[in-house]
């Protein structure tokens, strides 16, 4: 156990790093108006492999010792580490003209963040929202293991369910932003999480009916998750100057991120509850908040929410 503590501590600090570099280099990459366009090809991609390679994992864990499986895990990191070395942004962002201290970068992300109305808008509904999934999807497994015992093919299917309403969100997603607008469609998609995530708590109060709550759930919370990402990565790119986007993107990711296991240490049913509770409060601030009534950045008029 301590072994695998030590693994999933460094492995996590990595992608950490890895995502935080990834939200920043894309909009060098692609123009910042088509940071949501590529950011839905992305999750189309991720989604599609997250329904895939459980299955395929579960056949070969009946022939092949699951520890060797890293094997190959470890094989397909170093290439993606090649390739990542083959990128080449338009712009270096880097060059700042002097030294870079770390305490002055968190400085000038809390600031950027602090003056924007559009990302003090995101990123406590992201972590309201992180609070609740990391609760529901922390205690999912066990509460289907211990208390429900599907077949194993069955939980299977229920794992990947979100991953696979993940895809066809990630495929129009560009459409219904280009039709509501980025900041529309964070309220679309946010205002439904907590009744698409009811379902899982429910289960534990009707047996009977648990599976297909529990698919439900995981459907309908995998598509407007999704969906979010989708239009709140391309607001954080529009409204952030180019040079601050790492910043700011670390400073989301531990708003966002550090909330997550909060929620996770209770019981099975309380922590299901528990997890869709925080997860109404978004739709409460972006119904109660003045950015309600614009379509992107720009404001209605062309105005100043950048």
């Known amino acids: 156990m301590p ?17 935080v570099a990834h939200t920043s280099v894309l909009p060098l ?16 991609s991720e989604n599609a492999i997250r329904v895939v390679s459980p299955g395929v994992v579960g056949v070969l864990t009946q022939s092949v010792p699951a520890p060797l499986l890293y094997g190959p895990a470890v094989v397909l990191h170093l290439l993606s580490c090649l390739l990542v070395r083959g990128v080449r942004p338009d712009a ?14 968190i400085a000038g992300g809390v600031r950027v963040t602090a003056r924007r109305p559009v990302l003090r808008l995101l990123i406590p509904q ?6 609740g999934a990391g609760a529901i999807l922390a205690v999912l497994p066990v509460f289907l293991l211990r208390d429900l015992g599907p077949a194993p093919w069955l939980y299977g299917a229920l794992s990947t369910a979100g991953a696979a309403a993940g895809v066809p969100a990630s495929l ?9 607008g980025e900041i529309r469609m964070v309220f679309v998609f946010s205002a439904p999480a ?7 708590p429910l289960a534990g109060l009707l047996p009977g009916a648990a599976v297909p709550l529990v698919a439900t759930a995981q459907v309908l919370v995998g598509f407007v998750v999704v969906g979010r990402t989708i239009a ?14 790492g910043r700011v993107a670390a400073a989301a990711g531990v708003v966002t991120r550090g909330t997550t296991p909060l929620a996770a240490s209770r019981s099975a049913p309380t922590a299901l509850w528990a997890g869709v509770a925080p997860m109404a409060v978004p739709a409460v601030l972006l119904a109660r908040s003045p950015l309600r009534g614009y379509r992107n950045p720009a ?5 100043g929410l950048t």
């Open 232 to 245: 709140a990565a391309d607001l954080r790119a529009r409204v952030t100057p180019t040079r601050y986007l």
């Open 92 to 105: 270096d962002t880097a060059a700042s003209g002097g030294p870079r201290r770390l305490r002055h970068e």
């Open 194 to 200: 907590p009744v698409a995530a009811v379902g899982a």
């Open 299 to 303: 404001g209605r008029a062309g105005g």
């Open 172 to 180: 129009v997603g560009p459409r219904l932003r280009r039709r509501f």
């Open 3 to 19: 072994q695998l503590f030590a693994v999933a501590l460094a492995v996590s600090v990595a992608g950490v790093f890895f995502d």
């Open 126 to 131: 992201a972590a309201l929202n992180n609070l």
């Open 29 to 44: 990459l692609v123009s910042k108006r088509c940071v949501a366009d590529t950011d839905a090809r992305w999750q189309t």
